[in-house]
C-alpha cells in the first residue's frame, strides 16, 4: 500500500529494509499516528483506530509504536507519567515540551540558545550528545485566565495528568 504521507513511506521502507511484512494493520497506525500530530500514548491511539478495525489488538499497536522508534520516526517520552507516550517528531529534531500540570496540555518549542548551550557544554567537558530534552512544568496561559477568574491568588489546583495536544 502506497500512501502520500512521508511518515508512513518511510515506515514501510524501513520495514522493508529490515525484511519486516508491511501490513495493512501497521500501515493504518503508522497513518493515524503521523495524522495525529501529537504525543499520544498506544491506548489512546488503539482506542482511536478500534471503531474502524475490530480485530486490531492493543500489543499490535505497541509493537508498531517500538517499530516507529526503532526507524527513527517517533521518540518515546514519558512526561512524568507511568506510561508512554509517543512523539511523531524524530529525536534529531530537537525541539521542548511545556507541560500545564492543571490541563495537561504539551506544547512543543525549539530555541536554538539552548541547543548552542546544551552543545557548548558537553564540548566542554568532552561529552558526545546524542539527544537534548528539556521539559517544563507550570501553568499554561488557558488555566492562567481560569485561575485569575476562579480562584483565589496563590492557590493551587491539583495537578492534572498530561494530555497530548502538539503545536504544529
Known sequence: MIDADPGVRHFTDFLSRAGLKSTRQRER?????????????????????????????????????????????ATERTFGESYARFDPNPADWTHHHL??????????????TLRELG??????????VTEQRLELYGIC????????????????????????????
Not at 119 to 128: D, K, L, N, Q, Y
Not at 150 to 166: L, M
Open 29 to 73: 497506525i503508522a497513518h493515524a499516528f503521523f495524522a495525529g500530530r501529537r504525543h499520544v500514548s498506544a491506548e489512546e491511539l488503539y482506542h482511536q483506530l478500534r471503531s474502524r478495525d475490530a480485530g486490531l489488538g492493543l500489543v499490535t499497536v505497541y509493537r508498531t509504536l517500538k517499530l516507529l522508534r526503532q526507524a527513527g520516526l
Open 99 to 112: 507541560i500545564c500540570t492543571r490541563c495537561g496540555k504539551i506544547q512543543e518549542f525549539q530555541d536554538a
Open 119 to 128: 552543545a557548548r557544554v558537553a564540548r566542554s567537558r568532552g561529552f558526545t
Open 141 to 168: 496561559r488557558d488555566c492562567a485566565r481560569l485561575d485569575g477568574r476562579r480562584t483565589p491568588r496563590g492557590s493551587r489546583g491539583v495537578p492534572a495528568r498530561p494530555r497530548a495536544r502538539g503545536v504544529p
